[in-house]
């Protein structure tokens, strides 16, 4: 009994020593090795920044975002010059002429001027070339579309890399803490002869162990950020906001995705510019049978003379059609047709091999959802259960009940535990985002412009 009373008493002031850092101090003065270092802390943001900010940032400022519309640009470039097969054109040129030795009335220079307009009537092939055109427009606007979409998601998953790595920080940081005060405790405890000096040590082990933590959760947090200035556009200078709704979306989501399919091949606008692709090469394939159609056009002309002799007019004007038949052109519009439809027939097969993709896109992104909410689910159990051992651990281990082992196993544990959970919880994320993006949505429910 008496040495159990001494035991309890020596728990006791313990107790105090463990709440009185002072006391503790002033005891350990001459015993303790000089308190570790801080633990390096993330750079304090100066505002909140969400997923939808950090895509419209991206939007705005990334080069990727920049050159989309300069694609369309160029397709209504191309469509304007196929358009000019059926527009006129209206021709001026002067001519003036000098001699060494005079004409019949005196001149040795004599100038003319002529105007000619001309107007294509029948341009067979030049139908084939603006639909084609007219097409590849429609094509180069929706992979506009598409450029900027997949900048989104690639923004919306760096966005979530960057919040996994802060809360990978965030439990070595708690991790940390919890090492420094267990320290505080085995060293406390070694010095009222309670627990072996051995305690202490294996502290220290943990405290090192817990700064390595840090300093590699800092270092990926820092490349994380990096990461994502790069797609915004600008310097990472704001605190994230998590996203709830992604995050209560990837909880609650079912398999109402497989009616979707069907929508979603309507609304991908990948598949839209394949398929518009593919109609630009057949009407690209058709055009070399419409070289065996005679073309027609006319054309009127005004010449002009600003100093006619007696014998000649000062002005002439005359009116041409123009019948042109390439009847032969040694199989030289054959070869093209047979180029053109190959290309045609190739870029059909990848259209198909990409809608059928979408039903599999969709089947795996599915699969991935499922397995990674119940992975969470898990991990959230794991971290749950791994709190209350290490609480339980402590108390057993401030009562002699524990080693120090035993301790910093459970640390060790539940910093474990809280990382996995963090990266099921991307993993979740990220596999909503595929579903998202295989359903042909995009990133957040906010449409993005074209």
Known sequence: MPSRRIVGAALVALTCARTSPAAAQEGLRHDTPPPAAPAPQAPAPT????????????????????????????????????????????????????RATEDRSGRQTTTSGTVTLAQPIVAPSAFPLY???????????????QDKRVLAFDTARSFLQVLTAQRVFDAASRRLERARANLQNAEARAQAQLASINDATRAQVELASSLREVANAQGSLARAQTQLGFLIGRRLDATLSGPERTDRAAEEFENAAHAQVQAALDRRPDVRAAAERSEALRQSAKEPLYRLIPTLGASGQVRVLPD???????????????????????????????????????????????????????????????????????????????????????ILYWQGLARALELTTANGQRFDAEVARASARLSMEQAYLELRFALGLGPVDEDLPR
Do not use: C
């Open 47 to 98: 505002q909140t920044l969400r997923m939808e900010d950090a895509i419209k940032l991206a939007l705005t400022y990334n080069e990727r975002a920049l050159k989309a519309p300069l694609r369309v640009e160029q397709a209504e470039g191309q469509l304007a010059r196929a358009r000019t097969a059926f527009l006129p054109t209206l021709t001026a040129n002067g001519a003036g002429t000098w």
């Open 308 to 394: 006619p002799l007696p014998t000649e007019r000062a002005h002439d004007e005359t009116v041409t059609l123009n019948l042109s038949w390439n009847i032969f052109d040694a199989g030289a519009r054959y070869a093209d047709r047979r180029t053109r439809l190959a290309q045609a027939e190739s870029q059909s097969l990848d259209e198909r091999l990409l809608r059928r993709s979408v039903q599999t896109d969709v089947d795996l992104a599915l699969i991935q959802l499922r397995t990674a909410r119940e992975v969470f689910r898990i991990a959230s159990d794991q971290v749950t259960a791994a709190q209350r051992l290490t609480e339980e651990t402590e």
């Open 131 to 145: 639909a084609q055109a007219s097409h590849q427009l429609e094509s180069e606007k929706w992979g506009s579309v």
